[in-house]
C-alpha cells in the first residue's frame, strides 16, 4: 500500500515484495540505472587497474605490518567473502528493497574507489604475498601481471561491511560483522593492504550505504 497516489513519487509504507516492486515506476528505474552503472564500472576497471599497476607510488610506513609475519591465507579469505556474499544474497534476493539499496551502495563504492585509488598513488606494502582472487583475476583485471597497487582503501574489507549493513537489522548482521573483522585480519597478515587502507574501508561502506539510501528515496 503506497502513502501517495503519485506512483513515481511515493514511499512505500513498508518494503515492497517482487510482485509490487515490478509494477513500481521508480524502483524500475533505480533499479535499471544502477544495473548499468554496475556494467559499466565492470567494463572499465580492467583498464583503471592495469593503469593504477603502471603508476608509481609511495610506501608508507605501517607498524603493525612490520610486526606482523606474512602467510599466505588467499584461500580462507576468499572462502569467507564468497560465503559471506552467498548469505547475504539469499537473504536479499526475496527482499527488492533492501536489494536496491545495497546495489546502490556498492556502485557507489566502486566509484569512491576509483577516486580514491587515483588520489592516492601508493606502492605495495614490504613483503606482500599476492591475494589470489580467482574471480577478480579472471574477469576484472586486464593486466598481464598480478595486480598489487590497489590498495586505498580496501575493497574486500569494504564490501564485507557493506553487505553487514545491507541485511538491516537482523541476527545475520552481527555474523557479517565478525566476518568484516576476520576479513580484515586476514589482508593485513597477507600484507596485501596497508592497515590504513583496512581501517579507511569501514566509514567508507557506512558513507556509500547512507548515500545509498538517499539515492533510493522515493
Excluded: N
Excluded at 48 to 70: E, N, S
Excluded at 123 to 134: G, I, R, S
Amino acid at each position: 500500500m503506497l502513502v501517495s497516489s503519485s506512483p513515481a513519487t511515493t514511499t512505500p509504507a513498508r518494503p515492497l515484495t517482487w510482485s509490487a516492486a515490478r509494477y513500481h515506476p521508480a524502483f524500475r528505474l533505480r533499479l535499471l540505472v544502477v544495473v548499468l552503472l554496475l556494467l559499466g564500472i565492470s567494463y572499465a576497471l580492467p583498464f583503471f587497474f592495469a593503469f593504477i599497476q603502471a603508476r608509481p607510488g609511495t610506501v608508507l610506513p605501517d607498524p603493525l605490518l612490520d610486526a606482523l609475519p606474512a602467510r599466505d591465507v588467499s584461500a580462507p579469505t576468499f572462502e569467507v567473502i564468497y560465503l559471506s556474499i552467498a548469505v547475504a544474497l539469499v537473504y536479499l534476493l526475496p527482499r527488492p528493497t533492501l536489494l536496491l539499496r545495497a546495489l546502490w551502495a556498492y556502485a557507489l563504492l566502486h566509484l569512491l574507489r576509483v577516486a580514491t585509488l587515483w588520489l592516492f598513488p601508493l606502492e605495495a606494502p614490504a613483503h606482500l604475498l599476492v591475494l589470489h582472487d580467482p574471480v577478480v583475476e579472471r574477469f576484472f583485471y586486464a593486466s598481464p601481471t598480478p595486480i598489487t597497487k590497489d590498495l586505498f582503501f580496501s575493497g574486500h574489507t569494504a564490501t564485507l561491511a557493506l553487505l553487514s549493513l545491507a541485511v538491516g537489522r537482523s541476527r545475520l548482521r552481527q555474523v557479517l560483522a565478525v566476518l568484516t573483522v576476520v576479513v580484515a585480519t586476514l589482508v593485513l597478515i597477507q600484507h596485501a593492504h596497508y592497515t590504513y587502507d583496512v581501517l579507511a574501508a569501514v566509514p567508507f561502506a557506512f558513507g556509500c550505504y547512507w548515500l545509498a539510501g538517499k539515492v533510493v528515496k522515493w
